[in-house]
């Protein structure tokens, strides 16, 4: 395919993001280059290839834009003026965003500087002497490979370029499917297993091969009526996921929310995963943005909280309730676990500080917590902290119990800041002395149970084999066997699955390409009647498209913007 000629293709993205991003790195001059060792210059190579990972996955950019945009998560004006931000947030979950939404545009700049890195690895990579290099250059093609999927996912493009000082080529449809499909098969052999979930493994290819095949029918058209599934596709998905599950490297844990623990890094669950060790990027976000702003999980930090940021909506909780009818969600091990006893024991009103641990999953009706004081936390007589029913101390409303109701949408009331059932599935790292950094968990992108649910729907799409869907899905659900495991479903199809990847994967930033996959996208749910089939995908970031006015016809905005 022809290329167009462009400016090269860092300058290029730099025009195509907004001002306000800081694009300065860190460049080495000739002096200090020449004193490392070719190990030390590949690593500095690879490293910038991940660097903006954590950034991409974001509460505000790739969460908000998987999640708040589905009928999982709604994010309203807390009490009349908090999360405000002009209305974007109102604007994703009502799918009434257009190419000016902050959110994305914040996902889309970190995007394409990551594929800009990745090109500039590539050029780089095969003329250092290193033997790890070699490695170093199959990952840098393979993570090009993940960023145009999420492109591909979230904006319907793909850039293509092997040299920084050449043109790019955008590619839309089957033609960026099969380029991701040859990248990924093209590094697969020459990637180690060993590197940890922080790094592109072969398992990981894997994986993403098997997610590209089963979103591949929507990829080659995202607005068609109903998309191709075809036994090809399928075969694939099966294929790649077999590998993975008989490899015998990886294992369901028994746990549900080990696996988005603090110390998850060596959690044999994970695939690939964000690796926020060693506070490389300052955030533990994911633990704190749907938690009251009165709800301080660590007794040594006084000043580290939650937010009131987006909660479930009734409609996705209702999916639990009914599923699990007469009983309460509850006996799901996935759904919630109780760390304070005073939920259910209210003599419980003493801790210690040091092993204090708050609920985890979601969290419904009154909270209980820590009660602080202007010094800090109340103590009981013999020096241990007291655990209470929490008010709204922080938000001056002392009157106002933190009571999370299944009630919230847009209206005032349920606008106000106890509204909605939160989530709290990873943990609020225990060195985050803020609550907004310090993140410890690794970000889970892949991880086991996703691969026995995609091998599953596979099975259901090709030749509608509802034993062997059935028989997946009932093997992870009787491994989370540390409490009590949910009980075993007794038949399986596509609804049912669909509903049981919302209650396995909630909050992990793949509801929205389930939704669309599983035809469930254009759905009415709380705050949400827009049926537009073109909210499919993002618009391109208006910055964008100004930025690349002078390229006749080359950047063109998605339909519908």
Wanted: glycine share 8%.
């Amino acid at each position: 395919m022809k290329k167009t000629n462009l400016y090269i293709f860092s300058f290029l993205f730099v025009m195509l993001i907004s001002s306000c991003t800081n694009l300065e790195e860190i460049i080495l001059d000739e002096t200090s280059a020449g004193n490392l060792t070719p190990r030390q210059a590949a690593d500095g190579l690879i490293a910038p290839v991940y660097a903006l990972l954590p950034t991409i996955f974001q509460h505000t950019t790739y969460f908000a834009l998987q999640e708040i945009t589905t009928d999982e998560a709604i994010l309203p004006y807390r009490g009349g003026t908090d999360w405000g931000d002009n209305g974007i947030y109102i604007a994703l979950h009502r799918q009434t965003f257009d190419p000016n939404n902050a959110n994305v545009r914040n996902t889309w700049n970190p995007l394409l500087q990551s594929v800009s890195r990745t090109v500039t690895a590539l050029q780089a990579l095969p003329l250092n002497t290193d033997p790890i290099a070699k490695e170093y250059l199959a990952e840098a093609r393979g993570m090009r490979a993940y960023f145009s999927l999420l492109t591909l996912d979230l904006y319907g493009l793909v850039f293509v370029k092997d040299n920084p000082d050449a043109g790019s080529q955008i590619l839309r449809g089957d033609a960026a499917v099969k380029f991701i499909e040859k990248e990924l098969l093209d590094v697969e052999p020459l990637l180690g297993t060993t590197a940890g979930p922080g790094r592109l493994t072969k398992g990981a290819v894997w994986g993403l091969l098997a997610r590209l095949y089963l979103n591949a029918p929507v990829y080659r058209d995202i607005y068609a009526s109903s998309f191709n599934f075809t036994a090809s596709d399928m075969d694939n998905v099966i294929k790649y996921c077999d590998k993975i599950i008989a490899s015998g490297q990886y294992a369901l844990a028994s746990e549900y929310f080990s696996i988005f623990d603090d110390n998850n890094n060596t959690n044999k669950e994970l695939i690939f995963a964000i690796d926020q060790r060693g506070d490389l990027n300052g955030h533990n976000r994911m633990a704190y943005f749907s938690l009251s702003g009165d709800m301080f999980p660590l007794a040594a930090f006084p000043n580290a909280n939650g937010t009131d940021g987006p909660a479930i909506t009734s409609d996705f909780y209702q999916t639990w309730a009914k599923a699990y009818a007469p009983e309460d969600p509850s006996v799901d091990p996935r759904f919630h676990k109780q760390n304070v006893g005073r939920y259910t024991n209210p003599a419980d009103t003493c801790v210690d500080g040091a092993t204090y641990e708050i609920n985890r999953g979601i969290q419904r009706g009154q909270q209980y917590g820590l009660q602080r004081n202007v010094s800090g936390f109340t103590r009981c007589a013999g020096g241990k902290f007291l655990v209470g029913p929490l008010v709204h101390l922080t938000r001056n409303k002392f009157n106002l119990p933190v009571n999370h109701t299944e009630k919230v949408d847009f209206t005032p009331q349920g606008s106000d800041y106890p509204s909605g059932y939160r989530v709290e599935k990873y943990q609020f790292s225990r060195i985050s002395d803020s609550g907004r950094n310090k993140g410890q968990a690794d970000i889970v992108i892949l991880r086991l149970a996703d691969i026995y649910l995609m091998r599953a729907e596979a099975k259901l799409r090709k030749s509608n084999d509802a034993a062997g869907a059935l028989a997946d899905v009932n093997f992870v659900r009787s491994s989370r066997t540390a409490r009590k495991a949910p009980p075993a479903l007794t038949s399986m199809n596509l609804d049912l699955l669909f509903r049981e990847r919302g209650f396995e994967f909630y909050w992990e930033m793949l509801r929205r390409t389930d939704m669309i996959r599983f035809g469930k996208y254009e759905g009415i749910w709380t705050e949400k009647t827009n049926t537009d089939k073109n909210k499919r995908i993002f618009p391109i970031p208006q910055t964008a498209i100004d930025g690349a006015s002078n390229l006749k016809d080359y950047l063109k905005q998605n339909a519908g913007y």
